[in-house]
């Protein structure tokens, strides 16, 4: 994991935050958020919200502000999440930044074979590569979706991979209550069983808000399933600005707060104390066409802010990503990852997912758009690393031996620190046009598609014990047996 | 221009900032700066600093602290730049930022007719361009190289296409003092002679330091011209560490600081008041190859860092743009733009060189990234614009109106503020891949070739009296006649 020690941008006036805050509490008191789910709804009745049970589509719920902010205290500001490989621990939460692929594309494209489909080779694939890179610090959820695998069991197969490839934390699947227990009990298999789990989270679920203001029986199953085996969960109001909330950045940050912080009490009362997450995956539709828009000003905008309300409330922040709507790693793709990523990282998000490998408004798993973002995911990292100021970093003593108009290749100074000093690209290409051109005058996608081959190819699976691979396998086949 | 009113992000605390001012007034009383200008180096003997005639190449000057602070303290926080259309006057200093296309490169590229040398033809429409665009707020100096015009005269051309194809502000000729004086000259015709000049600056002229430590005579005949005739200048240290200084940011940003401050001192003892800007262009060196690399998180972080010095010292601040090292408009040059434009708009920047149609380091200027490059400025002036919290922007109306699980494309509110709630694309496509694809699947540069197409053709030449055309081109002839 990375840690940011740089200072946050404060986007938004402290006022700003509190009149937020204010418009929060009172949606929250008189507008009210629905769940479509009994057990959930009686949890939060108990607790003193108002319920409205005939409400459509869902029981409308009415939270009392003291409610919400005693419960959401009780989260912890920070955890730690645990890896197979402990070296690949990571905390979330405080000035720590984790990084995570892309989630949830049924496509990938790359330069070789086009745009397809995702397969369970493609799924691997990924799940490799985010374990090649030391940038990405989870294996990743859904990082695409296996169409050749059955709907129904799919998750094991999903599930497994990210076990066995990886020794990175990862995250599990919402599809279903069962499909959560399902990810839980595998993971108890390498981990030494539920109650290890239950004192050391492994796993990290998103949770998504219908929104507008509705949490469905889906979602609210898989989060009563992880919290109950107190995984800590993704709460992330799923917002298309224009669409799925009104056509102003404040309504729709003010909307975002209230979701969060109503799925976030719910965790709480459900299992006190168990960790959570903030989420916001917030953009706009594009008026013209109502088409979703990514990478965006206004996304840009909102992000911070986001960060700022999280950090209000003391809750771990998951925010933004390498995001576009573009349909190639062109341009275009790149400016508007860069107009997310560049937030994400001013705004000491703790969690980002989608940060390697989004395309096509997260239509696309992108394998050189993967390689492209983890370049900027590594100069966005030495950008907020800090400037050294001491006797090395003002080197004055290469000011002594190099005078006016003179060049500082050959100072001892620099034959010290020459190799380390500056950030060294991936696939950006700083040669001059005449070796760029002879050397085939290719564009960064053509660089890209070089390296994410050489990854998969330097790819090592981390070693396994073979009793636990064995109960792996052995879990998935009786389940999948029960569930066809 | 811009008034940006977002919060100044601080990368680096007080105390660094401090210690890099320290360490400069070290470096200025210690090491000092050579000018190899006579006149230069009178005045600053005279005003008490230490010279050592006979120091090669060039006369070495050391400066006493006080003498700086009390130097700098005359120049203008802020001054107005005037223009042949007072509704393009701009204010540099402040919370105001100007933007200027790109200045210096000797080719140009397009996608019809990809790269080659640029010609007057080009200059024209680089400038056409400027005019047409209101996110640039400055016609530019050297917006390219006109290869085809005699190289002791084209200064007359270039002066004379920015005074009649454009009613924005412009830059001047700092090739000689010659050159320099031609240039007020023309200027003085279009303007009501030097008395107005000197009272309403209207030219901003790029004066580099020749790094490290040295201002040559050329320059410096510049810089005399332009200041004695009360035309403000921007002292830029050109700088790419490693090369041109240390290989490190730290002792980086002192050597800058030196320079800038040195030549911001001579100019107030040649003229006290006149307006003067603090300009930074710094990158660092690729150490590998030893190319220039642009877009670098380096670059990035000393950017901010320099824009914090300017503020100490009450100086408006030149710096960023949209560099890149890419040989093609693709996605590296997109996010290597982004690498520097980014934080140019958190810096605050008061006057923006090369915000749009800089590639492959500087040696070419591309209409498509120009294109490209507006749509990034038109995206940071909407994510530092703020968001608003009055009734409107909180939407609470569209809440009663839109329940759980709603949709907001039809409510009152959305009526309201659909057409200009966010902001629209220039070039950025957010089609779905089917419309896409039928639609040619193209690229954005293919979009942005279209879009600079039709903004030549929208170009009107602002109007002019005759009089004045008559005797521009009077100036012009003679000049020409004289100097062959």
Known sequence: MITNTA????YMPSEGIEKIHETTMRVLEEFGIAFSHDEAVDALERAGCEVDRDALPAPLVKFP??????????????????????QNNVIIGGNHMVLAPVYGPPNVQDL?????????????????????VPDLHNAGGTVVEPNDEPQETRHLDMMHALLTLSDKPFMGNVVSAENANDCIELAAIV????????????????????????????M???????????????????????AMSPVAVGGTLVQQNAEALAGITLTQLVNPGTPVVYG????????????????TPESAAALLVSAQLARKYNLPFRGGGGLTSSKVP????MWEAMMTLFPTFLAGTNFVLHAAGWLESGLVS?????????????????????IALDDEGLALDAFEEIGPGGYFFGAAHTMRHFRDAFYRPLVADVQNYIRWEQKGAETADVRANRVWKKWLNEYARPAMDSAIQEALIEFMARRKQEIV
């Not at 745009?115 to 090649?132: G, H, I, P, S």
């Not at 992108?366 to 907020?384: A, R, T």
């Open 7 to 10: 200072p946050k941008y404060e």
């Open 65 to 86: 502000r003291e409610l919400v902010m005693e419960q959401i205290a009780q989260a912890p500001r920070e955890f730690t999440l645990h890896a197979r490989n402990p």
């Open 112 to 132: 070789d074979k086009g745009r397809r489909e995702a397969t369970m080779e493609d799924y691997r694939n990924f799940v490799k590569l985010a374990q090649v």
């Open 191 to 218: 981990f030494g069983g539920r109650d290890v789990l239950a004192k050391q989270p492994v796993m990290l679920s998103l949770i998504n808000v219908n929104s507008p203001r509705l949490y469905d029986t889906r």
């Open 220 to 242: 609210l199953d898989a989060l009563m399933t992880y919290v109950r085996a107190r995984q800590p969960v993704l709460v992330t109001p799923f917002i298309l600005a224009g």
């Open 280 to 295: 916001s995956f917030l953009s706009n539709s594009d008026m013209q066409s109502g088409s979703p828009a990514f990478g």
């Open 330 to 333: 062109d341009g275009q793709a």
């Open 366 to 386: 992108s394998y050189e758009k993967f390689v492209m973002d983890v370049e900027l995911l590594k100069m966005m990292q030495v950008f907020l690393g800090g």
